[in-house]
């Protein structure tokens, strides 16, 4: 067997090599993904599990802080209570809440006025201290809120925070506790974190609050960690991994006290968590050594099986490649390649048998193409010589003389066709004298062999003229000295241009070589005239294209024109959109304090926004509320109350509008409305003053009813007259027009004192509006907030007849005058 003794050697490009790499790496390759899918597996699991269950304990640290916080606001609560009034009770209910409570430090009274009356600590006692808190967060948002949490801070190494409570009653105080919060540490024992996890407690500011035995120190920065960064920051996500405060990854999970802001961490070092996988993958390294060496063995025995007989097979076709066809290739191997070594022995056979006649059919070839090779090179000159102009009277001359001169013929005659007349016409000539010429200006198309030739469109030969039949040209070409002839059509797919004919002086055939070099010269002689005519139309399309351009630059100066005065109304459009819009936001505005009458007022006059400005002005101030109303709530559905105080407010507000009031706020059922402001009226008084009447009657109706719904309730009002400073107060999303002032507070002070059904005005009130009411004197009232007793009236009724319109047209004339 040739080759078989040939050494296999291991080379990189052989198949040995490729048979035993591509095994060994598919084995390498299974192992592989399969041990990284079940290490990936294994990972997730194991992440997955761990960070759920310190989730769950972090959600459930997070709960029990929680409601150790809500139990010490409850126990600090009831120091609160309005039963305590005197300093001495306050003191003894602070000394029992210390004792009782361990976490609490320190606790401060502060009055209606932010100031510190009473500080009792373990310690010390310290009674009218004076210290001033109105400013401070603790007592301005336990005001407004009931209950205010101060954030922590820190006393050396241990935390504290206040925790602030408002009394009950009104303008009663607040007590501030300030609470020790080491004992949130009792959180992070090691039996509810286990050994090798550690907790601990951050506030919004990354501060450590607490913290497990084997965690951060307490009062420790970690804003910088990662995921104590994405805890604070807003909007963001709690992470499942992160880093330590000496950079080492770990597991995370956290929950949050909404109450606080505060975040409670469990974290535990990733290295000691995923110790399983570490295992595993050694696992899968020795599986995948031991793949690699079976499959490298198995590899090596299965390509020598191969390799032998290929290399035999190779040897063979090398020395058939080298021209040795009587070599013949010895293969037993009973399979597939010892029947592809029987197919090479068989080509070796046939191979010799054609060899012998390839010799002369390759030189018989060769002549064949160098003759085309020289046809093709004259063809190419041709045609590059007829292409080279685009003016048809320079088109057909060259057509001619290349025609001439590849047929080596006596004379060319170029007829163009006329599809009108159904005739040719000659066009060019070549070799012809003039007086012949005469004679072949026009040929009809019926029974001549042009038109023969153009209906075929194949070329047509006459080798003898003499023994042709009776066909137009025969005469007149023997008359001229020519025998033969050849006329070329010159079609396309479009139609027929004209023909060629091509004239001998000698008789004989024309060889099929040059009748087929004719029609290829035709064809390119076809494009050169067609190309020739195109040019000739285009360049009469673009004269007419440069007269309708010129058209056109005219049309589109008077389009631009146009177009500017468009632009110009559409920015007059725009600029009275604007100004509407402008003054649509203005009633807008306007209507969230005033009368819709008196807002359309104010936006319809420029300059009319300065009345909200503040500035200082003589007001009639009007406080109303229900008598009731609080207990009324405290013993009804809350969906019976807010109707009633639908109902209410409904009845009060159309009266509001009628009358031109300013609306200034709505507090449950308490109304405060201002007269004489922002507008002016002279008589803004007597408005309030019979605004008030008609409420109080209409209002009466409500009770009634609402008294056969079995609800007890009345209706006060109290109204007073002096100066106050008005303008806007808030911010810009939310603005509201408001009067400051002690009439204001007197004006509320005369509501309180107000019975059901009862209208309460001061002196002055009085004496502004006294011809026109029923009224009697009241004792004189001692008001909170004022140092001596006030002149008050009780308004009976109104003398005049209630006709419920107040005329406004004097005010309405007086202000279009403005």
């Not at 047929?407 to 000539?429: K, M, P, Q, R, W």
């Not at 080798?463 to 007149?476: F, M, S, T, Y």
């Not at 999303?733 to 004006?747: D, F, H, M, P």
């Not at 006294?770 to 008050?792: I, Q, S, T």
Request: hydrophobic share 45%; charged share 25%; proline share 3%.
């Amino acid at each position: 067997m040739i080759g078989v003794k040939d050494k296999i050697g291991f080379r990189r490009e052989g198949l040995f090599a490729k048979y035993v790499i591509a095994l060994v790496g598919l084995v390498v390759f299974v192992l592989a993904v399969n041990g990284a899918f079940e290490i990936w597996i294994s990972y997730r699991a194991t992440k997955t599990t761990l960070t759920d269950a310190m989730a769950e304990k972090a959600d459930a640290t997070a709960q029990r802080i929680e409601q150790s916080i809500s139990d010490l606001e409850r126990q600090i609560s009831w120091v609160t209570r309005a039963s305590s009034s005197s300093l001495e009770q306050h003191r003894s209910d602070y000394a029992q809440l210390l004792n009782q409570v361990p976490a609490v430090t320190q606790l401060s009274l502060l009055n209606g006025s932010g100031r510190e009356t009473l500080r009792l600590s373990r310690s010390a006692i310290l009674v009218n201290g004076g210290a001033d808190f109105s400013r401070d967060m603790r007592y301005s948002e336990t005001v407004s809120r009931g209950v205010s949490f101060v954030p922590a801070d820190f006393r050396g190494s241990q935390p504290y925070m206040s925790i602030a409570v408002s009394h009950t009653g009104f303008n009663a105080g607040v007590t501030v506790a300030e609470v020790d919060l080491r004992f949130l540490s009792d959180f992070l024992g090691d039996a509810q974190i286990g050994k090798a996890t550690y907790a601990y407690v951050v506030d919004p500011r990354g501060k450590v609050l607490a913290s497990s035995a084997n965690g951060p120190e307490v009062g420790k920065d970690l804003a910088a960690l990662p995921q104590v960064a994405a805890l604070i920051a807003p909007n963001s996500r709690a992470p499942a991994s992160g880093t330590d405060a000496e950079g080492q990854s770990v597991l995370t999970a956290s929950s949050t006290v909404p109450k606080l802001g505060w975040s409670v961490l469990f974290e535990q070092p990733t290295a000691q968590a995923l110790a399983p996988i570490r295992d595993q993958l050694l696992r899968i390294a020795l599986l995948i050594g031991l793949g690699l060496a079976v499959a490298i063995l198995a590899g090596i025995v299965m390509a020598r099986r191969m390799l032998v007989p290929i290399t035999a097979l190779r040897a063979g076709a090398r020395r058939l490649g080298a021209g040795d066809f009587s070599h013949r290739i010895e293969v037993r191997t009973a399979d597939e390649l010892e029947e592809l070594a029987g197919q090479f022995n068989s080509m070796a056979g046939q191979l010799a048998e054609t060899y012998s006649g390839l010799e002369t059919k390759v030189e018989e070839r060769t002549r064949d193409l160098a003759q085309s090779i020289n046809e093709l090179k004259v063809l190419e000159e041709v045609g590059r010589a007829v292409a080279s102009s685009l003016d048809l009277t320079a088109v057909l001359p060259t057509v001619a003389a290349r025609a001439l001169e590849i047929t080596h013929a006596d004379a060319v005659l170029i007829y163009g066709y006329d599809a009108a007349n159904h005739c040719f016409n000659l066009a060019e000539s070549i070799g012809i004298d003039k007086a012949a010429e005469g004679q072949h200006l026009a040929i009809e198309e019926n029974g001549s062999v042009l038109g023969e030739a153009a209906a075929n469109g194949e070329p047509v030969a006459i080798p003898d003229l003499a023994g042709a039949g009776d066909i137009l040209l025969r005469d007149v070409a023997i008359a001229a000295g020519f025998n033969s002839v050849l006329v070329v059509p010159l079609v396309d797919q479009k139609g027929i241009l004209g023909s060629l004919v091509v004239l001998r002086r000698n008789a004989g055939e024309f060889s099929s070589n040059l009748i087929g070099l004719m029609r290829t010269f035709a064809h390119q002689s076809v494009l050169a005239m067609r190309n020739a005519r195109l040019f000739t139309e285009v360049d009469q399309k673009g004269r007419e294209l440069a007269s309708a351009h010129s058209t056109v630059q005219q049309q589109a100066g008077k389009l631009q024109e146009q177009t500017e005065q468009l632009k110009h109304w559409n920015r007059s459009l725009e600029e009275r959109v604007e100004k509407q819009l402008a003054e649509i936001e203005r009633i807008r505005r306007l209507e969230r304090f005033l009368a819709p009458q008196v807002a359309q007022l104010i936006a319809s006059s420029d300059g009319h926004d300065a009345l909200l400005d503040s500035h200082r002005r003589e007001v009639t101030v009007v406080f109303c509320d229900l008598r009731g109303f609080t207990a009324f709530t405290e013993t009804t559905e809350p969906e019976e109350a807010m109707n009633v105080l639908r109902e209410y407010h409904a009845a009060l507000g159309e009266l509001i509008f009628r009358y031109e009031g300013t609306l200034d706020r709505y507090a449950g059922d308490g109304v405060m409305i201002l007269f004489n402001a922002p507008i002016q009226f002279d008589d803004h008084t007597k408005r309030a003053v019979k605004m008030a009447v008609e409420m109080r009657d209409t209002i009466g109706e409500l009770t009634e009813r609402w008294r056969n719904r079995g609800h007890s309730l009345g209706f006060g009002v109290g109204i007073a007259l002096g100066y106050a400073t008005l303008g806007q107060i808030g911010f810009e999303q939310r603005l509201e027009y408001a009067a400051i002032g002690s009439v204001t507070n007197l004006a509320s002070r005369l509501c309180d004192e107000a019975k059901a059904n009862q209208i309460v005005v001061s002196r002055r009130v009085y004496g502004m509006v006294e011809p026109w009411v029923e009224a009697r004197p009241l004792d004189d009232l001692v008001l909170k907030g004022f140092n001596h007793p006030v002149l008050a009236v009780e308004i009976l009724q109104w003398r005049e007849e209630v006709d419920n319109v107040v005329d406004v047209s004097p005010a309405t004339a007086r202000r279009r005058k403005q």
